[in-house]
């Protein structure tokens, strides 16, 4: 991959050698520092505690490695401030989740778009929702300036004149999302791409209706000079498209967007900041101590009592991490407690991993333990040997976890050594342990102080003057 590409950028060297004029290329290669203006924003580039993240950084980084040279990172506030930066040669390109525009096209040279999003606007949930253009002749409307977004209603205005909405250079798109969840603004039109990456964190915000627009999503060079190193991104772009990686990223962050309304955000949401923190150390103990991940040991105790420390179910299981009394006294530990619970549960799940067998690795295996860990190793055996008689392979969880619920078929459970069990159930417990710990994985990852920061910034901008405002036309 590095080889091909290393061949593709030596061409351009050569084309650029022959041109009088200094390139921003063979500059970039000749000090060994790519330097790139990025928005401070969950879907572009942030800082948590491993490090540098977000989706367009790690596309950024990937294009500098690919370049031999180090990746230097200004942050800006707006699209606005990283058009200046790069107007004023402080920087070698801008990225950003900039939609093309024509002011853009005229100011910059561009890069082949990373990928198309589209665009819709939103409201807040329980109130009026408009359904088109047409009903947005009441209520306060709001984009960033110099947007796709902004580009977009000026265009519309031509057909709805009685379009009229605020334009902002000093606020990001999660700031105008915090606004309407918090009633201080009635609408926004925003990408898809920003809403999904944040509608976790705004649950009373929805979306109000799509538009019949996209925006291509590029990076932006200087345009005076012509720049070859523009013509390096789009052919970095390009080529990491036809390998499936800018889809590979886009899917590692974006991926969490499938599961919200299945999870219910407001719920899961409301217990991620009121219960999680009471036992997030204790659950990084008791994994540490087993080798596994916490934030899989906590979204099993998700899944078993959404971290209640006094839930009990029918069956008679109790605590935190749901053990049986049986369970509990073999592992010598107070179910009722929830530190011990934890720790009972950890190590339990811990046993239940080690006894699968050894040829079964990776996520296979983390499944099988899981899905013991609800229906009991017993039944889970009964279910690969039945799925081993069916032709099918007893190691993987895909095809074990289709015929699980065959347990709960008389025709099917009579065969069995352990008889009857409630099958669907532990395929269904799996999959919703995988999905509370994708979205866990992405909390932490993306949105460390996310809240916290929203909440000082917007305590330090004015509403009367964080907005400028476009008049309809009539």
Request: proline share 4%; glycine share 6%.
């Amino acid at each position: 991959m590095k080889l091909k590409t290393l061949l593709v950028l030596f061409l351009m060297l050569l084309l650029a050698a022959g041109c009088q004029q200094a390139d921003p290329l063979g500059e970039v290669l000749q000090k060994g520092t790519l330097k790139v203006a990025m928005r401070n924003t969950p879907s572009v580039y942030y800082e948590h505690r491993e490090g540098a993240a977000g989706f367009e950084y790690e596309l950024v980084r990937s294009f500098a490695e690919h370049l031999g040279v180090e990746l230097e990172i200004v942050t800006a506030g707006s699209e606005a401030e990283l058009e200046r930066a790069l107007l004023a040669g402080e920087v070698d390109m801008a990225a950003g989740g900039l939609g093309l525009t024509l002011d853009r096209k005229r100011n910059f040279s561009t890069s082949s778009p990373l990928l198309h999003s589209s665009q819709m606007v939103v409201y807040r949930r329980g109130h009026y929702r408009p359904r088109s253009w047409d009903d947005l002749k009441e209520g306060t409307l709001a984009v960033m300036s110099s947007s796709r977004q902004a580009e977009v209603l000026k265009s519309h205005q031509i057909q709805y004149p009685h379009l009229s909405w605020m334009e902002t250079e000093d606020l990001e798109v999660t700031d105008l999302l915090k606004m309407i969840q918090d009633g201080d603004l009635d609408y926004a039109l925003v990408s898809a791409q920003d809403f999904n990456i944040n509608r976790f964190f705004f649950p009373r915000v929805g979306v109000a209706f799509d538009t019949d627009v996209s925006a291509a999503m590029v990076w932006l060079f200087p345009r005076e000079r012509q720049s070859h190193l523009a013509r390096a991104a789009s052919g970095y772009i390009q080529y990491a498209q036809s390998l499936g990686l800018i889809d590979e990223v886009r899917e590692r962050y974006y991926r969490h967007e499938q599961y919200l309304e299945y999870v219910g955000a407001p719920l899961f949401l409301r217990h991620v900041r009121s219960r999680l923190p009471q036992y997030e150390a204790h659950f990084r103990a008791a994994a540490e101590v087993q080798g596994m991940d916490w934030q899989l040991l906590a979204a099993v105790g998700f899944q078993e009592s959404h971290w209640r420390r006094n839930a009990v179910s029918p069956t008679g299981v109790r605590g935190l991490m749901m053990l049986t009394q049986r369970t509990a006294n073999e592992l010598g530990v107070n179910r009722l407690d929830p530190i011990q619970s934890i720790e009972g549960g950890a190590r339990y799940l811990r046993q239940l991993y080690d006894r699968i067998p050894e040829r079964i690795q990776g996520e296979d295996r983390l499944y099988f333990a899981l899905a013991a860990y609800n229906v009991g190793m017993g039944h889970l055996e009964d279910a690969r040997r039945i799925t081993e008689s069916q032709g099918f392979d007893p190691d993987k969880w895909d095809d074990v976890a289709r015929h699980l619920p065959l347990l709960s078929q008389r025709q099917w459970y009579r065969q069995t050594r352990f008889g009857y069990a409630r099958g669907n159930e532990p395929v269904v417990y799996v999959q919703n342990i995988r999905r509370y710990l994708e979205i866990l994985e992405w909390h932490h990852r993306t949105q460390e102080n996310f809240l916290e920061e929203l909440e000082e910034r917007a305590a330090r901008v004015r509403f009367e003057t964080a907005f400028r405002k476009v008049p309809p036309v009539i």
